[in-house]
């Protein structure tokens, strides 16, 4: 419980923090306009507290994400189950990366990202429950039958959102990044002309707002498709899961609006 408190608090006073910056930029921008002095100096104000983020699977996806988002400022706790073998990384990430245990990087963030295969998943919510209890988590893992046996057409059956919030339950899960290619993610942030879209589902509304800023963060635009029973149009296979990877955010928003 004290988790979930702790948790909130922080985040009430981050949101907080975002009003005060957005306020802050518009007065700013006002003054500079008025009185010529540079933008920039509103951006330097602006900038949102870092967040605390633990990474319970640092593989391809997992690692991808732990350096954009060190790289953007965030303090990350990358995990393994053999963390000696993720200090390399850390190292080269420098000092707002380290490596740990899977239960230290749920204790760790304010968000915890699990990027496993699907098969963990239910071990991970039981296992670490006590420490993800109230927690953003942000859940990449797809079920995969080849790979996760039985347990994934199940899951499959219900949509991976609802499994996952089944599975993890107590946390505030977002549906992130599971469906752009781990090729993908590693080379194409900051995609240019345009970004490229990531859509999220979720059923709670801060949540959704830390996984759409760490999104941005990332170097994509995140694409908010509704809740985690929605989630399901981007599960594996589904056509807009397909166009993830290639589509910008505004070509996902079309598509999303087609299925409507
Ligand atoms: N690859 C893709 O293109 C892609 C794209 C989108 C989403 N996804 C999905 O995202 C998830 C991760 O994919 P990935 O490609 O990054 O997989 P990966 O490279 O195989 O990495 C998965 C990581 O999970 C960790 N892990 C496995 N079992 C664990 C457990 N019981 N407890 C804690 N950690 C555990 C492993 O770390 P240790 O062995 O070091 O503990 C491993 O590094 C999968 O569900 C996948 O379907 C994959």
Redesign the pocket.
């Known amino acids: 419980m004290q988790n979930r408190n702790s948790g909130a608090a922080r985040f009430r006073h981050i949101a907080a923090g975002w009003a005060a910056s957005a306020a802050l930029i518009a007065l700013t921008a006002l003054g500079a306009g008025l009185a010529g002095a540079p933008a920039a100096h509103a951006q330097a104000e602006s900038q949102p507290e870092p967040l605390k983020i633990g990474i319970?699977?640092?593989?391809?996806?997992?690692g991808a994400l732990a350096r954009y988002w060190a790289e953007a400022g965030h303090e990350v706790l990358m995990?393994?189950?053999?963390p000696e073998?993720l200090q390399g990384l850390a190292d080269e990430l420098g000092p707002r990366a380290r490596a740990g245990t899977?239960r230290e990087a749920a204790a760790f963030g304010d968000v915890v990202l699990v990027?496993?295969?699907?098969a963990?998943v239910p071990?991970?919510g039981r296992d670490y429950a006590e420490e993800l209890e109230g927690k953003i988590v942000l859940d990449?893992?797809?079920p995969?039958e080849r790979r996760d046996g039985e347990m994934a057409v199940e899951a499959q059956r219900k949509g991976a959102g609802i499994a996952s919030s089944e599975f993890m339950p107590g946390t505030r899960i977002v549906r992130a990044?599971?469906?752009?290619?781990?090729e993908t993610l590693a080379r194409e942030a900051n995609r240019e002309p345009e970004r490229l879209g990531i859509p999220l589902g979720g059923d709670d509304a801060e949540a959704l707002e830390v996984a759409q800023r760490l999104v941005r963060d990332a170097g994509f635009d995140p694409v908010v498709i509704g809740s985690l029973e929605r989630s399901r149009v981007f599960d594996l296979g589904q056509p807009l899961a397909d166009a993830t990877g290639r589509a910008s955010a505004a070509e996902l928003r079309a598509l999303a609006e087609e299925l409507d």
């Open positions: 319970i699977g640092t593989g391809r996806i997992g995990s393994s189950r053999h073998e899977p990027s496993v295969p699907y963990a071990q991970v990449t893992s797809n995969i990044f599971n469906c752009i290619p781990a």
